[in-house]
């Protein structure tokens, strides 16, 4: 049996969470879940993704995932399970199953083939999603859940790419954190250690090691544990102190050798 990992918009205040562990639980008893987040705001793909990309690389082995952020359920946008790096990912075709790494296969979910009697046409999650995520969980074959698709035809992450100008590395800020740290788009990768960030009106952070390296209101530019840079102020937002926020850009200025 392999794990099931959620990840919804779907807050703690309804029983709509509940309903999908039910489900699970349901169609395959004994399943192992796990809570990514069901704080992502109502109909944000973006964050979503976002999310989705940072919990990937710790996903126990061959686990499902069940994302559901769905502002066009009901609609004709398509519900799909794609296979990426070993794992199962049930979405809707929005962007979110296409937001952490190439897709070697795409299943678009078929109600009939699935065996599902009634589809709402407003909880996609309990109905549709969870049953097809219960399935996988089980090891059954994913041709058994609907027909095959193009990978290339799945509709685009909205999380934009770093772009890389000569000396200059231009991005976005991604997130804003409870802290109000701002999450860039920019790998710490890509730029050496003693490389920070501009952001605002022109304002340069230092680049540090921890948040305690930085002075008292100082912004500074660190790796997050996303592996992105971003902006802190630790004890304060930065997004609050800076007036930045998702969009914004950020630049890295490379030194010239």
């Not at 499902?64 to 979405?91: I, K, M, N, S």
């Not at 050496?192 to 501009?198: A, N, Q, Y």
Request: charged fraction near 20%; charge should be negative.
């Amino acid at each position: 049996m392999r794990p099931v990992a959620l990840l919804t918009d779907f807050g703690d205040d309804d029983h709509y969470v509940g309903v999908l562990h039910s489900v699970l639980v349901s169609e395959a008893p004994g399943v192992e879940r796990i809570d990514l987040t069901h704080g992502v705001p109502p109909g944000d793909i973006w964050t979503g993704s976002y999310f989705l990309r940072c919990a990937w690389p710790h996903l126990p082995k061959a686990a499902v995932v069940l994302a559901v952020v769905d502002p066009g359920v009901g609609t004709t946008r398509r519900a799909v399970a794609a296979e990426v790096e070993g794992h199962w990912l049930v979405a809707p075709d929005n962007g979110l199953a296409a937001a952490v790494a190439p897709v070697s296969r795409v299943i678009v979910l078929d109600p009939d083939a699935i065996g599902l009697q009634t589809v709402s046409a407003t909880f996609h999650g309990r109905d549709l999603f969870a049953p097809a995520a219960a399935r996988l969980a089980r090891s059954a074959k994913p041709v058994t859940l609907g027909a095959k698709a193009d990978p290339e035809s799945l509709v685009a992450c909205p999380l934009p790419d770093p772009e890389r100008d000569g000396a200059t590395i231009r991005g976005v800020v991604i997130h804003v954190d409870r802290f109000g740290n701002l999450v860039s788009n920019i790998p710490a990768a890509w730029a050496p250690e003693d490389t920070g960030m501009r952001a605002g009106w022109d304002d340069a952070t230092r680049r540090v090691q921890t948040y305690g390296d930085a002075g008292p209101g100082e912004a500074v530019t660190l790796e997050g544990s996303s592996g992105l840079l971003e902006i802190a102020i630790p004890g304060e937002s930065a997004a609050i102190v800076l007036d930045l926020g998702v969009g914004d850009e950020v630049e890295v200025h490379l030194p010239k050798n």
